[in-house]
């Protein structure tokens, strides 16, 4: 996996922060609360949106690998992504917004079995 690959498949790896996070199989709750947790620390704090977004987000999936996760979480995460994007100076904020979206997208079922199921 490298850029050109991602490129010619259509796609990019976008910042490059996901690490070895993404060797698994299928991007687990505690995967992208790692990534959030890294857009977390490296957000400036300068913009309201990514400052208070990212944070939040954070702090949600901070209680959810704890074991105190709603399902309700989803869709305000969703909703947290929503006030990001676009609307923070730096590229930062928008790219801390898409393995949430992207995970909660395409791997809503496992989210929710983790919420129920517990860490
Ligand atoms: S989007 Fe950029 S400028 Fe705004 S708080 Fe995040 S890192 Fe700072």
């Given amino acids: ?60 999936y901070e209680r959810i690998v704890a074991g105190g996760g709603r399902e309700q979480d989803l869709d305000l995460l969703l909703d947290i992504c929503d006030n990001i994007s676009g609307k923070s100076f730096c590229a930062l904020g928008d790219a801390a917004i898409v393995p949430v979206q992207s995970s909660i997208k395409h791997f809503r079922d496992e989210y929710i079995s983790y919420i129920r199921t517990g860490p």
């Fill in 1 to 60: 996996m490298d850029y050109e690959a991602m490129q010619k498949a259509g796609s990019a790896l976008g910042s490059g922060a996901p690490d070895r996070a993404w060797t698994r199989p299928r991007p687990s709750c505690p995967v992208v609360k790692r990534l959030v947790d890294f857009y977390h620390h490296e957000s400036c704090g300068k913009c309201t949106p990514c400052r208070e977004g990212v944070n939040w987000m954070a702090k949600i």
